[in-house]
């Protein structure tokens, strides 16, 4: 009986490790994430609810603290990226992805925007408004949520292909390849982060699911 015991104990702590390995995964294949499987040096907080908030400390003012970014450990090709986020008024910060060097991720990756934009025309609205792509083209709709109002996000590449989701409606629908920038290459795959800009931001159920 005392080998039997001991038997059960070491094979619970083997499948213990074997699960810690392998990211919780829902019905539909994407792996959740919380701030234990990401990585950053900014001041993210994960909350009681589960969400992350960040606090800039002071002095962290800008974007140019790559390093502070919440990133994903790994590497992505084809992928879904989905997740909720909210802000003050006057909101910003950016979903980076395909990031080819995590040294500069405006360089050497893709972002699209977010952005408080509340109330600006959708014909009005351009690369740098919330759903952009940065330096690549403004969002089809202005689908904006109030500034304090959770907003959520589905990023999806698959092969050039970008679509992006926000609120229940797409918002870019585009060959990344041919929309992007000449002297800008377009990555087969790459690292993806949520941009820190030195104001408080919050994130909730990030998830991912690799194609």
């Not at 408004?129 to 690549?136: C, E, F, L, Q, R």
Request: glycine share 10%; proline share 5%; charged share 30%.
């Amino acid at each position: 009986m005392k080998a039997l015991c001991i038997l059960f104990s070491v094979s619970a702590v083997f499948l213990t490790t074997i699960q810690a390995g392998h990211p919780e995964k829902n019905e539909k294949g994407f792996e959740k994430k919380d701030l234990s499987a990401l990585e950053t040096e900014g001041n993210w907080k994960q909350l009681d609810d589960g969400s992350l908030y960040l606090e800039p400390r002071e002095g962290e003012e800008g974007w140019k603290r790559y390093h502070h970014y919440l990133w994903l450990p790994e590497a992505y090709g084809d992928f879904i990226f989905d997740f909720e986020y909210k802000h003050p008024a006057g909101g910003n910060s950016g979903l980076y992805f395909r990031v080819s060097d995590k040294v500069d991720p405006t360089i050497h990756g893709f972002e699209v925007q977010i952005l408080d934009s509340l109330g600006k025309p959708d014909e009005e609205m351009g690369h740098h408004d919330n759903g952009g792509v940065i330096k690549t083209k403004g969002a089809d709709k202005n689908m904006s949520r109030p500034a304090g109002e959770w907003n959520r996000m589905t990023v999806e590449m698959k092969g050039d292909k970008l679509t992006v989701t926000l609120n229940g409606e797409v918002v870019q629908n585009i060959n990344l390849a041919k929309e992007k920038p000449e002297d800008k290459p377009l990555p087969k795959e790459g690292y993806i982060t949520i941009q820190d800009h030195g104001l408080p931001f919050w994130v909730r159920n990030i998830q991912v699911k690799k194609l």
